[in-house]
């Protein structure tokens, strides 16, 4: 994993290499799996915004997080941040317009964003002004497992685990390829 992608298709010619110079290859299959998970909108919601809280989530494989709803009382920004299970952010959004749409009508925050496989992420509301994030008011049913058991929410996290409200976190998209080893 890591590094930057060169070239995509059949043949690459290389610079001219005056040292030792590492390349690796790896091929993509066609079968990518795609879908979503968690809750998919506000059930007795509150707008409510608290950083630090948010869904801890598994991922069996690799994984490319595409997007994430979330539902606001109030017009503002916020900025999510995805971090391992040390604790240690690996991803981050940056200030993003929110509207105020209520309980119906999500705000579609890009993530665009692949990890590995692993346990303990949590995707966390790092910071906001003005929004008002919707915490879904039900208990949650928890864990969110979808289909191909790629991604699995397993609570949310509010000053610790907690499954008893569903935390900002709406329609998580994602996909999955098939990628060779290097």
């Not at 920004?77 to 971090?83: A, D, S």
Request: some cysteine.
């Amino acid at each position: 994993t890591g590094g930057s992608v060169l070239h995509t298709g059949n043949d690459f010619t290389t610079p001219i290499i005056s040292s030792t110079t590492s390349y690796w290859a790896e091929a993509t299959g066609t079968n990518i799996v795609s879908g979503n998970v968690g809750e998919m909108v506000p059930v007795n919601g509150l707008g409510l915004s608290y950083p630090g809280a948010g869904v801890v989530f598994n991922l069996t494989e690799t994984t490319k997080l595409i997007s994430t709803d979330v539902f606001s009382a109030a017009a503002g920004t916020v900025n999510i941040q995805i971090v391992n299970n040390s604790g240690v952010e690996v991803f981050s959004t940056g200030n993003v317009n929110v509207i105020n749409g209520g309980a119906t009508t999500p705000n579609v925050i890009p993530l665009n964003i692949e990890l590995p496989a692993g346990t303990g992420y949590k995707m966390l509301l790092k910071e906001y002004n003005q929004a008002e994030l919707y915490i879904n008011g039900v208990a949650g049913s928890f864990p969110y497992l979808e289909s191909s058991n790629t991604i699995e929410i397993a609570s949310s996290y509010f000053f610790g685990p907690s499954f008893d409200l569903y935390m900002y976190f709406y329609n998580i998209l994602f996909e999955q390829g098939c990628n060779s080893i290097r």
